[in-house]
């Protein structure tokens, strides 16, 4: 079966590479004439994506070449703006496309994508690099003081200009051929290094033949593990896959340490085991075609290249906050590290504490300490009452209620759509859910758009389709879905992204929701975390599944009592990752040797990270920097915790829920996606930049 699949995609996608036709029943060449102007999913098949995609890379091509070979003088309107709103066609497409091939992906599915990243790529150079149209941009840049602009009109300028300078525009026409051929095989690379990671997390099975081993485990956990194992003819066994939420759930509750050791490797060891999806090579060759980018452009390195249009501006301002959280993180980890070495050598255990050991150990300091354990808590956050608590503040915030589209079609039945309604009945937009873990999803949590806000050529608010994803494990037959404290973040995180592009209020689609710097994008979702585990909305959502009974004010008090409990472990973890992304984007020298001793080299040796504590993410599965855009900026969680600590403190100035407070941060923050310098827009909303304390203390560290 598989190799006639293999023969079909090859014939066909050949076949189909040359004739982009208008087949009457592709509704991607069709008006959709769906509630609220939605995805027909149910109409799209796998075989409608490619034409689709070929015949909007050539109408985009048709309307650049309209704009570059316009014999009138070059004019904001008929030059940035014309540009702004090409290739409407091919992102429709696009959008549908790479929302589905992240959650449901498939051989035929990352066939077509294979085929036609590097044409997409190619594409989108060759428009940046076009002198006759970078000359028009020019024109108009070069006169942006002689005419009346708007700020925003402004910034869409500007980005558009610096767009075509750091896509090569000023480049000789050697340098150009050079910088397509990077870009394209970057585009290809980049996308083989995920699937990789996602084919070699399925394929890594970790069998329980024995149901004693898995003591300790939640239940839901287990009937999880046993459905997996039916699913792929392991009847009456558990299997578990390493990916994050099960190593995470397996490594803090499981007895049986052998099991937490399997867990552990399984998930360490992913993109690096001896078998087709090995990520060692990738990652080389990633690092050094970046690092060639970025000097072709007159940057030293990579990071360089990334953060001068970010907040942070420069590698050392990075390093500086970087640094400074990490040194007094260390210091709690080894503190930590010291109590659970203790508790270790009481219950009669000998050895060295292990890596796998860690997560288990602290939830035992923690359960002792402040009498609290996750299994205590999970009954109050069921699946239903932690999105119902969602919604319930973003009414009490913005006045904006959210209630059921069943009208609305979606891509599976286990997905969700909401409609978001104004306080005055107007439509915000739609908002989709897709929360269960499933094999052909990649790993993580993420929001991204079907479509994002603009505003029409009648001036009209175009809205927006938004969609969160998650990758929690779904409950048994009737059971409810109960989450722990991290999955209960996690939801609260994703959908202040979704705000994020939902209230979303700008003109033009380059500038619309989360259209903005790596550094400021964060800010929105973690600023919303702050509200999770607040007395006044756990009394509101986190009801008992049984009983109905709200959390007890002696819970609250501990989750309260709890927040700094652990940050050593979690700061270092995660600037650990931090560090490493740095360290090879700084590099200003080609990339060789071995990615296991480099980062043993520069973790531990430079910055004395201890064994026991691992990165959140090896180099060989660390998606958000050599697949996920987050290349020289996964310091940015950091970056924009440093804003939503700030930010929230205006809340507790003013009342957790005090609605003139949430309106600036609607006006000033959330409407403006990119259409404002990031640090002039925080400044708008807080009155000032923002300050180191409240993030310091929220760590525990002051």
């Not at 494990?473 to 973040?489: C, F, G, K, S, T």
Request: charged residues 25%.
């Amino acid at each position: 079966m598989k190799k006639a699949l293999n023969c079909w995609l090859i014939a066909g996608i050949a076949f189909l590479m040359t004739q982009a036709t208008h087949a009457t029943d592709n509704p991607f060449f069709q008006p959709w004439e769906t509630p609220f102007g939605t995805p027909p999913f149910e109409a799209i098949e796998q075989e409608h994506y490619l034409p689709a995609i070929l015949q909007g890379i050539e109408l985009e091509k048709a309307e650049v070449n309209a704009i570059a070979e316009n014999p009138d003088r070059a004019t904001f309107e008929n030059t940035i703006v014309a540009l702004d709103q090409t290739g409407a066609f091919l992102t429709r497409v696009m959008r549908v496309f790479n929302n589905l091939s992240g959650t449901d992906s498939d051989e035929i599915m990352q066939r077509i994508d294979l085929e036609t990243t590097p044409l997409l790529s190619a594409h989108y150079a060759e428009i940046r690099l076009r002198p006759d149209l970078f000359e028009r941009v020019s024109e108009v840049y070069e006169n942006r003081h002689a005419i009346e602009l708007d700020s925003d009109q402004l910034k869409l300028l500007e980005d558009t200009y610096d767009g075509f300078v750091r896509g090569g525009a000023l480049l000789e026409a050697e340098a150009k051929q050079r910088y397509k051929e990077v870009v394209k095989k970057l585009s290809v690379l980049t996308l083989q290094f995920g699937e990789n990671v996602r084919e070699d997390t399925t394929s890594c099975e970790i069998l329980v033949e024995s149901r004693s081993r898995l003591e300790g485990i939640p239940e839901s956990i287990i009937q999880a593990a046993a459905r997996k194992a039916e699913e792929r003819g392991y009847d009456g066994r558990w299997l578990f896959l390493p990916t994050r939420s099960n190593v995470e759930a397996i490594t803090t509750y499981a007895h049986d340490r052998d099991l937490r050791r399997q867990l552990y490797l399984g998930y360490v060891q992913c993109g690096m085991r001896d078998n087709a999806y090995n990520n060692e090579s990738i990652i080389a060759e990633i690092l050094n075609l970046r690092l060639e980018r970025a000097q072709l452009l007159g940057y030293p390195n990579h990071a360089a290249y990334e953060l001068d249009r970010t907040m942070a501006k420069t590698p050392e301002a990075v390093m500086d906050l970087v640094l400074q959280i990490w040194k007094p993180g260390l210091a709690a980890a080894q503190r930590d590290i010291e109590e659970m070495r203790t508790l270790m050598s009481e219950e009669g255990l000998q050895g060295e504490l292990q890596a796998w050991d860690y997560r288990y150990f602290m939830e035992k300091i923690r359960a002792a300490k402040y009498d609290l354990s996750e299994s205590e808590l999970m009954p109050y956050f069921s699946f239903d009452n932690v999105l119902r608590g969602i919604f319930i503040l973003t009414e009490k915030l913005y006045g904006v209620t959210i209630e059921a589209a069943p009208e609305v079609q979606t891509y599976r039945e286990d997905v969700q759509a909401w409609k978001v309604i104004e306080a005055n009945g107007d439509l915000i937009g739609i908002f989709y859910t897709d929360y269960f873990i499933r094999d052909s999803k990649r790993a993580g949590a993420w929001m991204s758009a079907f479509r994002t806000q603009s505003v029409d050529a009648d001036g009209k608010r175009v809205i927006p389709h938004i969609v969160n994803v998650l990758n929690v494990p779904p409950a048994a037959d009737d059971a409810p879905v109960l989450l722990n404290l991290d999955q209960v973040n996690t939801a609260f995180h994703e959908f202040g992204h979704a705000l994020h592009g939902l209230l979303s209020d700008v003109r033009y689609h380059a500038q619309a929701g989360t259209s903005v710097t790596r550094d400021f994008v964060e800010l929105p979702s973690q600023v919303l975390e702050n509200w999770a585990f607040e007395p006044a909305l756990l009394r509101e959502y986190a009801l008992h599944y049984e009983t109905g009974e709200v959390i007890p004010d002696v819970l609250i008090d501990k989750i309260r009592t709890v927040e700094t409990f652990n940050q050593g472990f979690f700061t270092t973890e995660y600037l650990a990752a931090t560090l490493l992304d740095m360290e090879y984007h700084r590099m200003e020298v080609p990339f060789s040797g071995s990615v296991q001793a480099f980062e043993n080299e520069i973790l531990t040796g430079k910055y004395g990270l201890m064994p026991q504590i691992a990165p959140r993410y090896h180099s060989s599965y660390f998606q958000h920097i050599f697949s996920g855009g987050y290349a020289a900026g996964y310091y940015s969680y950091l970056w924009s915790e440093l804003l939503d600590a700030d930010a929230f403190e205006a809340f507790r100035e003013k009342g957790l829920f005090d609605r003139a407070t949430a309106a600036s941060f609607r006006e000033h923050v959330l409407s403006k996606g990119g259409s404002g310098d990031p640090m002039e827009l925080y400044k708008a909303f807080r009155g000032k930049e923002p300050a180191t304390e409240p993030l310091l203390k929220r760590r525990g560290f002051l």
